[in-house]
């Protein structure tokens, strides 16, 4: 059973030494000279006047969520769209399938008033 699942230990071991490498990396040749113009919030290259913290709506990250969920299902429609033909019915009713799924997530954020603007 260690033959067979050897590889992917191995994999995943690799895996991880590459990410604990790069950062590792990262830090040792990042450099170390903070002095007050680097240390500075950058801002558009203006300084900001007046309370700088300040409460968003939160509601605008939603929006991006959801033109993210939906631009997905774009990557996954057209390659369908493209072999409908060869498909066949399992295809078709797969598909059925994922636009319901992300019509129920679409009227779910439209009845908690998600799509509202303000």
Not at 41 to 57: A, H, S, V
Request: a negative charge; one cysteine or more.
């Amino acid at each position: 059973m260690l033959h067979e699942f050897g590889g992917i230990g191995l994999f995943l071991l690799v895996a991880v030494l590459f990410g604990l490498g790069s950062l590792t990396a990262a830090w040792l040749v990042q450099p170390r000279k903070p002095n007050p113009i680097k240390m500075d919030t950058y801002e558009c290259g203006l300084e900001t006047e007046g309370k700088t913290w300040i409460q968003f709506r939160s509601q605008y990250l939603i929006y991006g969520l959801l033109f993210v969920a939906f631009d997905v299902e774009t990557v996954f429609l057209f390659p369908w769209a493209v072999r409908f033909g060869k498909l066949g019915l399992f295809a078709f009713a797969e598909m059925i399938v994922f636009i319901s799924i992300l019509l129920i997530g679409l009227w779910y954020a439209w009845k908690e008033g998600v799509l509202e603007w303000l």
